[in-house]
């Protein structure tokens, strides 16, 4: 596998877990509701709890918590457009190159973060 995306001191982590997670549960662990923070990609949720430095309340990368933030990651967005939750999880109108984005910040995620679980009701996006 590719070192590039790889922490600097290897990080320990659990089996990865399949639990259905809803938008409304992912939302309530945000840091402030409840303590944990956990932050999707494509659907797939990771534990960031503990790296308050980076996704603490009032910390620079606390807008992707509590969300599927596939959109804003995709986008290397900060913006209330991209990481509002109402549209932080449609990541359907990325470009190709912001997807292989997408999926360069899946490995870096994957690589650090404990998988927690599944968000079970993702919007889909309408068909026009
Ligand atoms: C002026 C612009 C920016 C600067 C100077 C900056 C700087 C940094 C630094 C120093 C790190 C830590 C790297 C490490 O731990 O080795 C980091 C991590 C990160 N950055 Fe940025 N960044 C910028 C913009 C952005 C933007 C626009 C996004 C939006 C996607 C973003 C998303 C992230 C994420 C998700 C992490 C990983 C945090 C973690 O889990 O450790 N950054 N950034």
Not at 98 to 126: A, C, E, H, M
Request: glycine fraction near 6%; proline fraction near 6%; hydrophobic fraction near 35%.
């Amino acid at each position: 596998m590719s070192k590039k995306f790889m922490p600097k001191t290897p990080v320990d982590l659990a089996p990865p877990r399949d639990d259905p997670i809803t938008m409304a549960e992912l939302a309530k662990c945000d840091g402030e509701q409840t303590e944990k923070m956990y932050i999707a990609i494509k659907g797939t949720v990771f534990d960031v709890s503990h790296n308050h430095a980076a996704y603490g309340v009032g910390k620079g990368y606390h807008v992707f918590v509590g969300k599927d933030a596939s959109r804003a990651l995709g986008k290397s967005s900060l913006k209330p457009e991209d990481t509002s939750p109402d549209i932080s999880w449609d990541y359907s109108t990325l470009t190709e190159k912001q997807l292989k984005v997408l999926d360069d910040w899946f490995t870096f995620f994957s690589n650090r973060y404990n998988i927690v679980g599944r968000v079970s009701d993702l919007p889909v996006k309408k068909e026009i």
